[in-house]
């Protein structure tokens, strides 16, 4: 069985990351693992509310598809992308799927480069969605 680690936003375009993440995990019977990282770069007195929210609705779209899923957040005290890259290690994860952009302003979890700095510095293999 193989184990995906799925970085989310929340945003729209994380709706189609776990859309593809479950195209492959479904038929590989591939356990999931929901990823949601708290912007430390920004304060925000409900931030890791947000946080919560993006991984509970990914999970229950992973669950309405029968894929198994284990949510996980992490409040940040580094770049997002150095984060996913750490948990892909703690987990011992196959593969990483996340977006090529996400939010904007207060809310933005991932950082223009992240899924470029994520692709150049994990030691397993990324999908980057468009």
Known sequence: M????VATDGSEHAKKV???????????????????????THVE?????????????AVEV???YNVPVSPLTRKGTKRPADVIIEVAK??????II??????????EVFLGSVS?????????NVVVVK
């Open 90 to 95: 703690e987990q011992n994860v196959d593969f």
């Open 45 to 57: 007195r409900d931030s890791g509310l947000k946080t919560r929210e993006a991984v509970e609705q």
């Open 2 to 5: 193989l184990k995906i680690l």
């Open 18 to 40: 776990i859309k593809t993440a479950i195209r492959i995990a479904k038929p590989t019977n591939s356990r999931v693992i929901v990823l949601c990282v708290e912007d430390w």
């Open 98 to 107: 996340l977006g090529s952009r996400g939010l904007r302003g207060i809310k």
């Open 62 to 64: 992973f669950k309405k």
């Open 116 to 124: 470029q700095r994520v692709v150049q510095l994990a030691d397993r």
